[in-house]
């Protein structure tokens, strides 16, 4: 009888690849794998469990292709590359990864919006190209003392950035489906409207997750209540934004700059206007991509596969009401 089989698309380390091997076979596919062409049927029908990137695709589909799955566990805190409702419909419990990395995120967070007000990524250039040396010294930048952070979510990783943003005193204001009446009392940050959000920051950092509801939430009309000074940072999901808009809103100087670590298309095409726009910093999606964070969210995703497949209760779920549901298998429910 073949093992239960458990696929990979992320980068496991030999220590937990050794904990898994004891239970389950497992077969390593491409982060951008379709796992449903890419897997056979006749190997499908063994596989348990999906430890993927979140840039695996995990839709119905996928879902469909294997049937006796019984979790898919995110190498990453954001999950819109699964489909959840139709995982939760298979009583297929989802895993991520939160907490483990807020730290390494806000850290990058701030470090955007240092760029971005002192200019780092062009002061790097300026001296290198003999800027410095033939007109001497470049134009005068700005402090962030005093500049009021706007926090689009409030989420663990928001609330790390507003933890961060008080060392600089930065007043902090946030929008957030709704308050976080802790942070108001404690005077971490104020809760507000959105649009008074866009119309008052300095800076408007966006942590919220990718949704039906959130996709492209961000455009026209946002930039248009923005301050021409202000700057936008993005460490959350890059389509979140309208991007057309955003480029307009930068190349009309609507506002002042943004700050990117992801973009609705990654890896971004070297051709894409972002790249050609001089007020704006890029970076290749790497908020978590520290040796220690990923470490420590591998360890996690791991750990919650092997949990959920081992009848353990995993540490972060996604949908964690399937085990306290005793609801009729969805999958029994289909005809
Ligand atoms: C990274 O983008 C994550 O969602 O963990």
């Known amino acids: 009888m073949s093992r239960p089989l458990v696929l990979i698309t992320a980068p496991v380390p030999d220590n937990l690849r050794d904990q898994l091997d004891k239970h389950y076979a497992t077969l390593d596919l491409p982060a951008d794998a379709c796992l449903a062409t890419a897997v056979e049927p006749r190997q499908a029908k063994h596989v348990c469990g999906i430890l993927c990137m979140a840039t695996t695709p995990v839709n119905e589909q996928v879902l469909a292709h294997f049937p006796q799955l019984r979790v898919v566990s995110n190498f990453a805190v954001g999950f819109d590359n699964i489909d959840i409702d139709a995982a939760t419909k298979r009583r297929i419990l989802v895993c991520n990864t939160p907490g483990v990395l807020d730290a390494a995120v ?15 990524v062009r002061g790097d250039a300026y001296v290198r190209d003999g800027s410095w040396e033939q007109a001497g010294p470049p134009p005068l930048t700005a402090d962030i003392r005093g500049k009021t952070l706007g926090l689009l979510g409030m989420g663990r990783i928001g609330r790390e950035v507003a933890r961060l943003a008080q060392a600089f005193n930065m007043p902090v204001l946030y929008h957030n489906r709704s308050p976080d009446h802790e942070a108001d009392a404690s005077g971490l940050a104020q809760y507000c409207s ?8 300095d800076f408007l950092s966006v942590h919220v997750p990718l949704t039906p509801q959130t996709r492209s939430s961000i455009g026209e009309h946002e930039f248009s ?15 979140v934004i309208n991007e057309t808009a955003l480029v307009t809103a930068l190349r009309t100087g ?3 700059g943004a700050g990117l670590d992801v973009m609705a298309q990654e890896p971004l095409p070297a051709s894409h206007p972002f790249c050609k726009l001089p ?17 420590a969210m591998i360890t996690l995703a791991t750990h919650n596969l092997l949990d959920a497949l081992g ?11 399937l085990l306290d549901s005793d609801a009729p298998s969805a999958q029994s429910e289909t005809p």
């Open 311 to 321: 009848n353990n209760r995993p540490q972060a779920m996604v949908n964690p009401h």
């Open 254 to 256: 609507q506002i002042a």
């Open 279 to 295: 007020n704006v910093i890029l970076q290749a999606h790497v908020g978590s991509a520290t040796v220690e964070t990923r470490h």
């Open 225 to 239: 209540l923005m301050k021409p000074s202000a700057y936008l940072v993005n460490t959350g999901r890059g389509a």
């Open 194 to 201: 959105r649009d008074t959000l866009f119309a008052q920051a």
């Open 106 to 120: 806000a850290d990058l967070t701030i470090g955007l919006i240092i760029s971005l007000s002192r200019d780092l």
